[in-house]
């Protein structure tokens, strides 16, 4: 399973480069089936792993001006503290044993990859209905709503929080709709905003977790160089028909995520 695992790893990154995004909700369910690990620790491997491959897409598009740094910081803001937050004080307060309801056991794990597949469903939906957003081809400098950043912001910082997902399902729409982004810069401005979420968050379980950072530093460099495979790809595999296929498949994973962790325990 451990060779499945680091296979895995590599498709993570070939879809986060063909299709910008969506690959990474994939890193918890390969961390927990494949690897073995318990869902905490594995959302806690999923930020690190997320936060990096992350990082070098956002670098690679701030290279190309493909990134509103002010935007960034401004929604980063809220989402950054919310993450860390959460990783450091929420996250290790959730009991082991959550509550009982006639004999049966809601535990933190079985919690967490549920409430994992839920947020699998709702990003599968969003990519096989393929919804067209509004494209702007000039940047509005003018049209920061600080008060639905913050309110995002929050949002999207509870999700990585909890789950260690990055959220860009959630994020580019809310960039190019509410501060009215190009695509390909709010595509580039989301990667930076999931890197610095996913990497704080996880400065946030320093101390909670043993990390085995061998480990971790060897997946993170295979989903890396999937990136670089994937972007390549991308330039002859036309990308919408992609994530629309990709999205059916987060679909089933996440129907047999539910099924597995209540109706087969």
């Not at 959302?43 to 935007?71: D, I, P, Q």
């Not at 004999?103 to 947020?119: K, Q, R, W, Y």
């Not at 789950?163 to 190009?182: C, E, H, N, Q, T």
């Amino acid at each position: 399973m451990e060779l499945a695992g680091y296979i895995a790893s590599l498709f993570i990154g070939i879809s986060l480069g063909l299709i910008g995004g969506g690959g990474s909700i994939l890193t918890v369910p390969v961390m927990v089936y494949l690897f073995g690990l318990q869902p905490l620790l594995a959302t806690s491997y999923s930020l690190f792993v997320v936060g990096s491959t992350s990082f070098v897409g956002a670098f690679n598009n701030l290279r190309k001006g493909m990134v509103n740094v002010k935007a960034a910081l401004l929604f980063g803001a809220s989402s950054i503290a919310t993450v860390f937050l959460t990783r450091k004080f929420l996250v290790p307060a959730i009991p082991k044993d959550i509550f009982t309801i006639r004999g049966f056991t809601i535990t933190e794990s079985m919690l967490t990859m549920v409430l994992f597949a839920i947020l699998m469903l709702v990003a599968s939906v969003s990519m096989i209905r393929n919804k067209k957003v509004v494209k702007h081809e000039e940047e509005n400098k003018d049209h920061f709503r600080f008060g639905k950043l913050v309110t995002y912001g929050i949002t999207i910082g509870l999700v990585t929080g909890l789950l260690g997902a990055g959220g860009g399902f959630l994020l580019i729409p809310a960039l190019v709709l509410l501060l009215k982004l190009p695509m390909k810069k709010a595509i580039g401005t989301s990667l930076m905003i999931i890197a610095l979420n996913s990497l704080v968050g996880f400065t946030g379980d320093l101390g909670h977790f043993s990390i085995d950072w061998f480990f971790l530093v060897k997946v993170t460099a295979i989903a890396i160089a999937g990136i670089f495979i994937g972007g390549a790809l991308s330039k002859k595999i036309p990308g919408e028909k992609l994530k629309k296929g990709f999205g059916w498949f987060v679909l089933v994973m996440g129907i047999y995520i539910i099924v597995k962790e209540t109706v087969l325990k």
